[in-house]
T-cell receptor, first 113, second 116 residues
Framework: DAKTTQPTSMDCAEGRAANLPCNHS???????VYWYRQIHSQGPQYIIH???NNETNEMASLIITEDRKSSTLILPHATLRDTAVYYC??????????????FGTGTRLLVSP | DAGVIQSPRHEVTEMGQEVTLRCKPI?????LFWYRQTMMRGLELLIY????????DSGMPEDRFSAKMPNASFSTLKIQPSEPRDSAVYFC??????????????FGQGTRLTVV
């Protein structure tokens, strides 16, 4: 019952920006967009989340379109250690009931030298 | 903070044996989750607890699976009897309760279970 669509895989050159798209055309007004990543043999790691404004932290930037039907996760200067599976997840707010974190298939990002 | 700690990291057992996976969540976190990851099905939520109480176990595949959280700092996932199709990586995660906004979940390193 994943509410998002992501490309299966993407490539990026080391040092360049990695732009990972996500479609969530059925997102509702009180649902947030979350991004996690999973490096090989590790547990998933939280990256960033947002509602409608663009967000930035030390790991990445999140750009959400005005209609909120899609978003892009940006890793500004990808390194080899950013090679991972990136998951885009839509999740509601608590006052509608606890929202489980449901993972789809994600995008496998390969950063090459 | 050591993060979410899972043990063992690897477990190999024979079909029919009981398997117990352990998890220590981050201190002060109110939610604890058990996930299972396989190539075929990806990451699946099995069960989650809030303040040590099981809230939703709809993801538990069969009665052979059970989970407990006797206190705020410890949880177990037990499989009895184990079967080869239970082979997977099992992740435990925890998150704090900060009111309306769902907070991020912190995952452990996982337990790789192989049932032969």
């Amino acid at each position: 019952d994943a509410k998002t669509t992501q490309p299966t895989s993407m490539d990026c050159a080391e040092g360049r920006a990695a732009n990972l798209p996500c479609n969530h055309s059925t997102i509702s007004g009180n649902e947030y967009v979350y991004w996690y990543r999973q490096i090989h043999s590790q547990g998933p790691q939280y990256i960033i989340h947002g509602l409608k404004n663009n967000e930035t932290n030390e790991m990445a930037s999140l750009i959400i379109t005005e209609d909120r039907k899609s978003s892009t996760l940006i890793l500004p200067h990808a390194t080899l250690r950013d090679t991972a599976v990136y998951y885009c997840i839509v999740r509601g707010v608590m006052n509608t009931g606890f929202q489980k974190l449901v993972f789809g298939t994600g995008t496998r990002l390969l950063v090459s030298p | 903070d050591a993060g979410v700690i899972q043990s063992p990291r690897h477990e190999v057992t024979e079909m029919g044996q009981e398997v117990t996976l352990r998890c220590k969540p981050i201190s002060g976190h109110d939610y604890l989750f058990w996930y299972r990851q396989t190539m075929m099905r990806g990451l699946e939520l099995l069960i989650y607890f809030n303040n040590n109480v099981p809230i939703d176990d709809s993801g538990m595949p069969e009665d052979r699976f059970s989970a407990k959280m006797p206190n705020a700092s410890f949880s177990t996932l037990k499989i009895q009897p184990s079967e080869p199709r239970d082979s997977a990586v099992y992740f435990c995660a925890s998150s704090p309760d900060r009111g309306q906004v769902n907070t991020e979940a912190f995952f452990g390193q996982g337990t790789r279970l192989t049932v032969v």
